[in-house]
């Protein structure tokens, strides 16, 4: 996932259907299942890393930041490039907890948010 340029809110969303292996229409995972747990994976990053919370050394309350329910297309802010890999990480291992209580999917979402957590801490 590194290294795709210019980073839309189109883009997270694929990156996390590509990860739950839903990336072919007819969805099985509807957008806004996904673009809530980005919203969400993206409010622990601002807690995780306080540096996320600025951009271009402007504090950006949480609320103007980035909206992953906005159109597609829309680019998201350049400080999260080093760390989308991470959010994609948190989002997907949410949605797979919430979509299915299997154990083998909470061991997998477990890894996932492990995983996640440790992008967003280097």
């Known amino acids: 996932m590194r290294n795709e340029g210019i980073m839309t809110i189109g ?3 694929a990156n996390t259907r590509i990860k739950l292996s839903d990336a072919v ?3 099985r995972i509807p957008d806004q299942k996904i673009t809530d747990s980005l919203q969400e994976a993206l409010r622990r990053a601002r807690q995780m890393r306080p540096s996320l919370c600025y951009s271009g050394g402007v504090l950006l ?3 103007s930041d980035v909206n992953f ?3 597609v297309s829309t680019t998201v802010r350049s400080e999260l490039d080093a760390y989308s890999e991470g ?3 948190l989002a997907a291992a949410r949605v797979l907890a919430d979509d299915n209580a299997d ?5 997998l979402s477990d890894k996932w948010q ?3 957590i440790e992008i967003l801490a280097t």
């Open 11 to 13: 883009k997270y969303i």
């Open 25 to 27: 229409a007819p969805y």
């Open 61 to 63: 309350p949480e609320e």
């Open 69 to 71: 329910a906005a159109d």
């Open 87 to 89: 959010l994609v990480f």
């Open 103 to 107: 154990t083998l999917n909470l061991a």
């Open 114 to 116: 492990a995983r996640g």
